[in-house]
């Protein structure tokens, strides 16, 4: 008999259009809110596609926009924090990050009633110059963490972290990490969570690559961000090394994919996906 399809994580970084722009949070005010219907417009395709997820929100928009954190824990899907200000980790100081979670987990917290127990950081910022984070986050009684990406790129990963799920041992907690999934190639760790790689590229080679991950035996971790879904949202102009090529690169088909792929693999929130795996 055929082993049963092994379940992955669904996850949401949950932020609107121009919050992972590396614009100071300070000056969001600038820009054109679309979180709200884009948001709907996503649980809405969940719905229809009868899948949970964890959304990881951004406190700023948790704050400016309460009735999202409640519907989106009332359509059943797992809630976690990223962080306030959706600022790079290594840019801040052990004590303003501490203050900034404090800030966005007590704000989920009250508004849910229900512990938050996963994070993930903005642009995936927990690197080896921040892994003091971890140890932050576990005093908190943040109980998970999926920031950390098993690649190098000019913003975010370490080369050479582990794949799969496993635990940091601390000596009053552990933390359990589900990284960024990859596939290991020959002369490459290929990352395929995704986001831009999402859109970037091909379908089938999406497929391909996540269902290698599976016959493995391993769960693989998914990202999305609202905005992607929405193909309309305001165009400005950005430096090429700030996601100049890649923010707005084939949004029209984030929806007809994402649907494709709810179809071809089994998913659930992340904290879910954890009570299904045997961690190292």
Not at 100 to 120: C, N, P, Q, Y
Not at 184 to 189: E, R, S
Not at 267 to 277: H, L, Q, R, S, W
Request: glycine share 6%.
């Amino acid at each position: 008999m055929a082993a049963p399809p092994i379940t992955n994580a669904l996850t949401i970084d949950f932020e609107d259009w121009y919050q992972g722009l590396e614009i100071p949070y300070s000056e969001w005010d600038k820009f054109e809110d679309r979180i709200v219907p884009v948001g709907r417009k996503l649980l809405r395709i969940l719905d229809e596609e009868n899948t949970k997820a964890t959304f990881f929100m951004l406190g700023y928009v948790a704050e400016k926009h309460p009735e999202l954190v409640k519907e989106i824990e009332a359509a059943g899907h797992e809630i976690g924090t990223h962080g306030f200000s959706h600022t790079l980790i290594y840019t801040q100081t052990p004590e303003v990050f501490r203050a900034e979670m404090e800030r966005a987990i007590g704000f989920l917290e009250d508004s849910t009633g229900k512990k938050v127990v996963g994070h993930r950081a903005p642009f995936f910022s927990i690197t080896k110059d921040s892994l003091w984070a971890l140890d932050i986050l576990g005093e908190l009684g943040v109980e998970y963490d999926s920031s950390i990406f098993p690649v190098l790129n000019y913003r975010y990963g370490i080369a050479g972290s582990p794949r799969f799920p496993y635990k940091i041992e601390r000596e009053n907690f552990t933390l359990k990490e589900f990284p960024v999934s990859t596939l290991q190639l020959p002369k490459i760790t290929l990352p395929i969570s995704g986001g831009a790689y999402f859109r970037i590229y091909p379908y089938q080679m999406t497929k391909q690559c996540l269902k290698a991950v599976n016959r493995s035996g391993n769960a693989f971790t998914f990202y999305l961000h609202p905005w992607e879904l929405d193909p309309d949202h305001p165009k400005i102009k950005l430096p090429r090394r700030i996601a100049g090529i890649t923010h707005y690169f084939n949004l029209g088909a984030t929806e007809r994919r994402l649907r494709k792929l709810l179809r071809d693999f089994k998913f659930a929130p992340m904290k879910d996906v954890f009570e299904t795996i045997k961690l190292n």
